[in-house]
């Protein structure tokens, strides 16, 4: 700090502009006043003055109408050119001036008055460049053009003056040496660069000096009231700032934020926009050679096109930020450096026109300066730090956007083949989009640092070696050293996380059968063999995700104590191999800086090395998939539309080359003309031997009019999947035509598919294509609908688009899309696949499938589908979301509505791929009588329709046969009598024995009654209870339904309850050694640097002390010794080292505790838990706890929690230090620590409410690619590929713009926090340097609090963003408590294990006293004081209506229900008094539901082990399976998949049969176990029962009465009470019995 001179003693300092001193050469103008330099200075004052009194009043008055203003949505439109420079100049501008007023402040300090001249105008300059910004913004918005005139003048008298003041200078030979005549010649500059800003407004509005104004429109963003996203909108202050974000943070408080806040996406952001533009740069490359060059460099070179200006821009502005960074350092090492100089000679500085002048050196010797400098390069570091990331991310989003735009449109174009044949599959596709999309993204993001951080380690190297010599090179090469270290330590963790997915998976999968097969378990008493299998997956996974923690750790303490190791290793060197020892505090804190610096791009080296290496995988992916077969590969002829008419060519097929031109189709009105409907409910044997005469003329007609009459005709076709054989062979076949009269064109195609439209009157006819299992049937669907691959021969279609469905074949803008313009070639086909594909959406979005809402149309298509009673039963009608794949309905239900949307679709032509293959006889019956027969025919459609349901032949206008691949025969019923009568009397054998199957089948409650009952169960949870989210949410709603600001309030309080019950889970060592290691590691942080900071004090106050006694060379008690210091300074890193490992292992160690107990305790709540909690919350709800939550906790609460508390009690560490280097610094920090908290208040609230949102928009995005996938031929069919294509880009621009809000609010967070960080830095400086020289602060002291200044603003960031990472995080601990506190079971009982006889129950007596069951005490009783007994071995059936509590009697056997009143006594003993687990594991039951589980057949028959191979045999015998067992690979060791899919429905009843048999107990009971098999399967199981437990108690819930026929008692059940109880001859010898009605009805 440089020293004012002292006035003499008889003088007083006084204030005057030119100053007081006697004789003062300020007042002299003998050369003129021009040459006085007081009135330079004076002149420049008058275009401020002039600015400030013209623009006040228009600025606190008004500044115009805002009439412009109300047909834009925003203030916010820029309406002038030059905006951005104009901002930029401003900037530079203020810069310069403030450092013309403190060059003046420090020239002052020379003289013994103050010169108010040398810096007034200069701060009056400041005042109206603000004031110039300010003014022009508002008249911008306002768009007022000629109030910037007053602008214009100010420019040009700013610009004369400062002219003049330079041109003076100049004169006087004052030059480039001295800064204020380099500071005048900038000013000079920029004032004459916002003249010619302002100039070229003028030429570009005209507003002045022209007779006609350029009229201006606001883009149309702006117009649009939805775009809420204005960071490409606003003016570069508040861009850089994000002040505009500022409204939308502080409105989360008030209300959530959701997809209707924050709106559309700006026209530039959207999906399509970035699509297009990367399509164009893939189509440059392909126009050289005409196709696209083969790899992923095509796809490089496509990206950095299209994205790569933006960034360039992000790396030029990380490059500038990182420079920006060292002047921090440098500027510490100036501040110390100088305040630790006393008593030097100051040289008097030159004084020339009656003033002072400084040099540049003299200026920067000024500490106060370099601190007020220090402030504007953190200030501008930051905003281009913050401005370099937003444009990072926002160019990935966008390319992420394109990307998933392009692999939709391609998944349009692929053929079927592709996925049907394993090549790529749904999870495939949807890892390119969720996982390689996002990577590409993260690989942008990361990308400017790969050019940034080589900088960033050659600046900082080359600085250190400045400071330290050589020394800082072995310093920096310890960093060096160990990021390679680093680096392998990240792969390490890459992989184990890997290892630990996988094992996550298992354990998921056994959790997931857990839970699906959890009422199994309890009645079977198998819920610990389970859940020991479950703990035995989880403990594997705890090993992986034990050498996971460790890692972590490691990684933790590298990033900790290499900069200790760092600094110390320098310091040692720097001390003995400098000859003087210098280790000034200047150099040392300077130093420190550096190394802090430094380490930070080593470390990220290793993340950007990694996200490079996987963006390159990513790439190779896509070009693979870029790469497969498309389905327009096979179009060989192209051809165009021309508008004209012609009807020449009726009675032919007329092929068209593509040269040729093509008539336009035509349409008339629809007739109306009704249609006989053959009546199903007479037997279907008369139509088979007797046709009547109008069945023949109908079959003679079409044969006579086969060339016009034909929809489809396929010839020679051979038709293959890959690329082997041809699946179908030899295809001749034609669909007759069935629609309305209608006037068509006639167009057609040779090749692939050729289009003929004769124009003539059609009926609707029903053709049916039959045959085997395997023969081809679905291939030949698919193969006319140009889904499967073309060997040869022909496909003609006589259709086109029908009039609804023609709109929707606009070209979109993807020509990738839709052929590349090649003309369509067929009309909109329905098409139900005969696996049922659903949208993840309601079942009325499900039917109507993007089709307007007909009212009357919907109910009756409901009705042809029988779906009235299913939707009956859902809490929400048909407007309950069906789920992923309809995962909440039966395969019955989930066919009718594929069906029902056929049906509902208005198209010319249905294809109905096998629709009754998953329905009972009556509802296909009904679907065939009023969908097929009746609805269909009288709308004159075209149906094709796949079967095996042969009853229905007679219906059919034409038949199609196959076998192997290949037609069998074709014709009409009469003709295939007569041309093949072996087949024909095959069909009517067939169709004999299905018939009899309908007349004789007795259901009491059929197969779809069963569908609802388990419906009705399965949706009861929505009615009884919702997710806890919703829970909390609802909870919320109902406490404060009139207190909304109470719920905001809840929404921005932080869940300490949950962080409690986290760490209290991880138990009370780990946790004070977790908080003891902390605390310790932080205190030695901070006594590291203290004991540095009085190290180098003692350095500087020893050097002078030593000056004075002039020692010679020999003295050596002058000598600095730096031993001590260096010794207690090695020992305090040494142990900062190990605390390092220390915390870091604690944190992750407690982690891992956390995560097992809370595990373990979900799990053995859940397994104990009664039924009632799976039937009232959805099954996942519960699997989420235990995939998604559990991941959570797992993985991320644990690296979240430590860099919370290092980055809190960092900051804590730096405010205590600066605080006690500079305690006046407390003062400014009270208002700091009031800004941050409102600021990290508001931020936490939108930071979570964007991070769901942004998670709740990627499910759907996701869901919608998978359901593409599955559903792509029906889309296809239907040429709906445009309406999807627009759900796509709506999706991907939801999720989008949830990802720019987060990005921007993470932006407003860290550009405040920066800017309060610098604050703090200035605030400490300036009160540092005040102390050193007016207290006798020690310099290493001052270094130590700037060092911690310094870092302040990263510490805050890093504290409020993981404050809300664990917000949302802890949400995961919050839901798993939920379920912790639930209720388990009463598994103890009365008795104890020991005193429960060993053989009990040995005859099986069952007495039933005054018994009341319910599900809930909340819920009404479903069986009301039951009284029964039934005596051993006794066979007993109940019946009864759904809903009769059947059911719940069964239950009550084992204690499932709330036996509230009276109780069961089996064998002497009632039950309640029995321990749960002995009660159920003496019984068997074995359920309507054959649930199996994966692995082999011994341990789905006997979990517990405990039987021999005999006896599992002889039980498989029982079953009829041992046959089936023996030629399985294994035998009873083979395996079962999932589900036991590998085996059919009735076989895996027939295990369970097996299964209750293996348990030999003298109980059996049979919930409906016969219900979802055939009636061969149900035979057998009869038989079995009769036979094999011919001595047991058989208690069987009855769902066809035929079956219970022998059974020795029946008991007849309604409404929860007995209504009939006899042997079933007496019930049926009794006219009125209930029983004997069941019976009747069914005969």
């Known amino acids: 700090m440089i020293p004012r001179y002292k006035p003499s003693p008889g003088s007083t300092m006084s204030l005057a502009f030119c100053g007081t001193e006697n004789n003062s050469a300020a007042y002299n103008v003998d050369g003129g006043v021009l040459n006085n ?81 040398l810096y007034m105008p200069a701060a009056l300059a400041f005042m109206a460049g603000v004031t110039s910004i300010v003014y022009y913004h508002n008249i911008e918005t306002s768009n007022f053009p000629k109030l910037l005139s007053a602008l214009l003048i100010y420019w040009v008298l700013a610009f004369t003056m400062k002219t003049i003041k330079f041109a003076k200078y100049t004169e006087h030979g004052i030059g480039l040496r001295q800064l204020r005549y380099c500071i005048t010649g900038l000013l000079v500059l920029l004032y004459g660069l916002l003249l010619a800003v302002e100039i070229n407004v003028i030429l570009g509005r005209r507003y002045m000096c022209f007779a006609d104004p350029t009229e201006v429109k606001p883009p149309e963003d702006l117009q649009d009231l939805g775009v809420r996203f204005l960071q490409p909108f606003v003016n570069l202050l508040s861009k850089s700032t994000y002040w505009w974000m500022n409204k939308f943070i502080t409105s989360a408080h008030k209300r959530p934020i959701d997809l209707k806040v924050i709106g559309k996406l700006p026209i530039a952001m959207r999906a399509l926009t970035n699509y297009i533009k990367l399509r164009k740069e893939f189509e440059d490359q392909k126009r050289p050679q005409g196709t696209a060059p083969p790899g992923p460099k095509w796809i490089w070179q496509a990206l950095r096109k299209a994205f790569g200006r933006p960034l360039i821009l992000s790396i030029m502005l990380r490059v500038l930020a990182d420079l920006l960074g060292f002047v921090g350092p440098l500027c510490i090492s100036g501040i110390v450096h100088h305040i630790s100089k006393d008593n030097r000679t100051i040289q008097q500085p030159m004084k020339l026109l009656g003033i002072y002048f400084i040099s540049s050196k003299e200026f920067l010797e000024n500490a106060y300066v370099l601190a007020v400098l220090l402030f504007f390069a953190l200030l501008l570091q930051r905003t281009f730090l913050q401005a370099s990331y937003y444009a990072a991310i926002e160019t990935g989003i966008n390319l992420r956007g394109a990307i998933q735009t392009k692999i939709y449109n391609k998944i349009m174009r692929m053929c079927t083949s592709n996925m049907s044949m394993g090549e790529l599959t749904v999870a495939q596709i949807c890892n390119l989009v969720a996982i390689d999309t996002n990577q590409l993204m993260w690989f942008f993001f990361l990308c400017p640092n790969l050019w940034a951080m080589p900088i960033q380690i050659i600046v900082g190297v080359i600085l250190l070696y400045y400071l330290l010599g050589v020394s800082a090179l072995i310093g920096a090469s310890v960093i060096a050293v160990l990021a390679p270290v680093q680096y392998f330590v990240a792969t390490k963790l890459s992989h184990t996380q890997k290892t630990t997915l996988e094992y996550s998976g298992e354990r998921l999968k056994k959790t997931n059968e857990l839970l699906r097969g959890v009422k199994l378990l309890k009645l079977y008493a198998w819920e610990n063999i389970f859940r020991d299998s479950v703990e035995e997956t989880r403990g594997r996974e705890l090993s992986s995700l034990r050498a996971f923690a460790i890692y972590t750790s490691i990684s933790m303490f590298m990033n900790a104590a290499i900069p200790i190791a760092a600094v110390l290793t320098t310091f040692v060197v720097h001390v003995h191999i400098s000859e003087d020892g210098d280790l000034s505090p200047a150099v040392a804190f300077a130093s420190l800086s550096l190394f802090h610096i430094l380490v930070t791009p080593l470390f990220l080296l290793s993340s950007v090395v990694r996200s490079t290496v996987k963006a390159l995988v990513s790439v190779q992916k896509l070009s693979e998939f870029f790469s497969c077969d498309e389905i327009g590969d096979e179009q060989e002829p192209r051809a165009t ?60 007609g079409v044969s006579q009019g086969v060339d016009q009459d034909t929809c489809i005709k396929i010839t020679a076709g051979y038709f293959t999947w890959t690329d082997g054989p041809a699946t179908l062979c030899n295809v001749d076949i034609k669909v007759p035509f069935g629609e309305c009269s209608r006037v068509r064109d006639v167009f057609v195609f040779v090749g692939f598919i050729v289009l003929l439209l004769p124009p003539r009157t059609h009926t609707g006819k029903l053709t049916m294509i039959v045959g085997q299992v395997g023969c081809g049937k679905s291939s030949l669907l698919l193969a006319a609908l140009g889904e499967m691959q073309r060997v040869s021969g022909t496909v003609m279609w006589n259709s086109l688009p029908s009039p609804e469905c023609h709109g929707d074949e606009s070209p979109t803008p993807d020509r990738d899309a839709a052929g590349d313009g090649t003309v369509r070639k067929r009309g909109p086909v ?29 109910n009756a298509v409901i009705e042809a589908c029988s779906l009235q009673p299913d939707i009956d039963i859902l809490p929400q009608g048909d407007q309950t979301e069906v ?9 019955g239900q989930k066919q009718r509505i594929s069906v029902a949307r056929a049906l509902y679709q208005q198209t010319n032509v249905v294809f109905l791929d096998d629709p009754f293959s998953a329905l009972d006889i009556h509802l296909s019956d009904h679907l065939m009588q009023d969908g097929i027969l009746k609805m269909l025919r009288e709308e004159k459609r075209t149906v094709v329709l796949v079967t095996h349901k042969l009853q229905y032949l007679p219906h059919a206008d034409w038949i199609i046969a196959m076998k192997e691949g290949t037609i069998q025969t074709e014709g009409t019923l009469k003709d295939i009598q007569k041309s093949e009568p072996e087949l024909f009397e095959q069909w009517k054998t067939l169709m004999h024995r299905q018939d009899q199957e309908f007349q004789t089948e ?189 991941n959570t906790i797992d993985q991320h609460i644990p690296t979240t929690l430590e860099c919370l508390s290092r980055s809190t009690l960092l900051c804590v560490s730096a405010m205590a230090v600066i605080s006690y280097v500079t305690p006046v610094f407390l003062i400014a920090l009270l208002p700091l620590a009031v800004t941050c908290y409102f600021i990290q208040k508001y931020f936490r609230v939108a930071s979570r409410d964007l991070q769901q949102l942004e998670d709740s928009t990627q499910l759907p995005l996701l869901s919608h690619f998978s359901e593409t996938v599955e559903g792509l031929p029906t889309i296809r069919a239907l040429r709906y590929e445009p309406r999807f294509r627009h759900r796509l880009l709506q999706f991907t621009d939801a999720n989008n713009i949830a990802s720019l809000f987060l990005t921007a609010a993470n932006r407003w967070l860290e550009v405040r926090m920066e800017y309060i960080g610098a604050c703090v830095v200035l605030v400490a400086a300036v009160a540092s340097i005040s102390s050193s020289l007016y207290n006798q602060l020690s310099p290493g002291l001052v270094g130590l609090g700037l060092t911690y200044a310094l870092m ?182 083979a395996i079962v998949t999932e589900g036991g899919e590998n085996f059919s429905q009735g076989q895996r009843q027939l295990f369970c049969l097996a299964r209750a048999f293996v348990r030999k107990s003298s109980i059996l009971i049979m919930d409906e176990a016969t219900a979802s098999i055939d009636m061969a399967t149900e035979s057998i199981l009869q038989k079995v029962v009769m036979t094999a437990f011919a001595d047991r108690t058989v208690v069987t819930i009855a769902h066809r009465v035929h079956t219970i026929l022998n059974a020795d008692l029946v008991i007849v059940m309604k409404r929860g009470i007995i209504l009939e109880y006899d042997t079933p001859q007496a019930l049926l010898a009794s006219e009125d019995s209930v029983f004997a009605s069941f019976v009747r009805a069914d005969k």
Request: charged residues 20%; glycine residues 6%; neutral net charge.
């Open 641 to 700: 539309l021309t508008s004209g008419y012609s009807n020449h060519n009726q009675n032919k097929y007329h092929a068209v080359s593509s040269s040729e031109s093509l008539p336009s189709s035509s349409f008339l009105s629809r007739c109306l003309q009704p249609l006989k409907v053959v009546n199903r409910k007479r037997p279907a044997r008369d139509d088979w031997n007797n046709f009547s005469p109008r069945g023949d003329q109908e079959a003679d």
């Open 37 to 117: 330099g007081c009135f330079l200075d004076a002149l420049n004052v008058v275009p401020h003055v002039f600015l400030l009194f013209i623009t006040f009043p228009i600025l606190f008055i008004g500044w115009g109408s805002q009439s412009s203003k109300v047909h834009i949505h925003h203030s916010t439109w820029l309406h002038f050119p030059g905006h951005n420079l104009r901002w930029i100049l401003t900037f530079v501008l203020l810069f310069v001036l403030v450092c013309e007023i403190a060059e003046g402040i420090v020239s002052d300090g020379f003289s013994q008055s103050l010169h108010l001249h």
């Open 830 to 858: 329905a098409y139900a696949s005969q696996k049922p594909w659903l949208l993840n959406a309601t079942i009325v979005e499900n039917v109507t499938f993007e089709m307007p809402m007909i009212k009357s149309r919907y």
């Open 1002 to 1190: 007795t259901v009491t409650e059929t197969m779809t009654d069963l569908e609802r009952k388990n419906l009705r169960r399965a949706m009861y949870s929505r009615e009884a209870a919702k997710t806890e989210e919703d829970e909390e949410e609802e909870s919320m709603e109902s406490e404060d339904d009139d207190n909304l600001s109470q719920v905001m309030r809840q929404r921005a309080t932080i869940p300490w309850r949950s962080c409690g019950a986290y760490l209290s889970s991880a138990g009370p060592l780990l946790l004070s050694l977790l908080l003891l290691s902390q605390l310790l590691k932080h205190s030695l942080m901070v006594a590291i640097d203290y004991w540095l900071a009085r190290w180098t004090s003692h350095v500087i106050s020893a050097k002078a002390d030593g000056s004075p006694r002039n020692c010679s060379a020999a003295t050596q008690d002058c000598s600095f010794s730096h031993a001590w210091y260096l010794s207690v300074f090695s020992v305090l890193c040494c142990l900062g080292i190990v605390l390092c490992l220390a915390t870091s292992v604690a944190v992750e160690w407690t982690g891992l505790a956390a995560a097992k107990e809370l595990h373990h305790g979900l799990l053995n709540k859940i397994i104990l838990a009664p039924m009632r909690l799976f039937e009232t919350t959805p099954l996942g709800s519960i699997l989420n706890r235990f995939s998604t939550d559990t």
């Open 883 to 891: 789920g992923e794949r309809g995962i909440i309905l039966s395969g």
């Open 1352 to 1533: 302040v603003s990263n510490y805050m960031n890093w504290m409020v963003r993981n404050l809300a990472d664990m917000e949302v995080q802890l949400g995961a601990v919050k839901r798993i408590n939920g379920l912790l506190r639930t209720e388990a079971e009463n598994y103890e009982g009365l008795l104890t294990v020991s005193q429960v006889p060993d053989g009990w129950p040995r005859h099986g007596e069952i007495k039933i006293q005054n018994l009341s069951v319910r599900y809930d005490a909340s819920l009404k009783p479903v069986l009301k004081n039951v009284n029964a007994h039934v005596s051993p071995g006794q066979k007993v059936g109940i019946c009864g209506r759904t809903g009769s509590g059947k059911s719940s009697f069964s239950l009550a056997f084992f204690r499932m229900v709330d036996m509230f009143e009276g109780r069961i006594v089996i064998d002497n003993i009632d039950i309640s008094k029995l321990p749960l687990q002995t009660l159920r594991s003496r019984l068997s039951i074995i359920l309507q539901d054959p649930i199996l589980f994966s692995g082999t057949i011994r341990f789905n028959l006997d979990p517990e082990m405990k039987a021999t191979d005999e006896m599992l045999w002889e039980a498989l015998e029982i079953a009829q399976l041992k046959s089936v067992v023996k030629t399985l690979p294994g035998g009873l060791d």
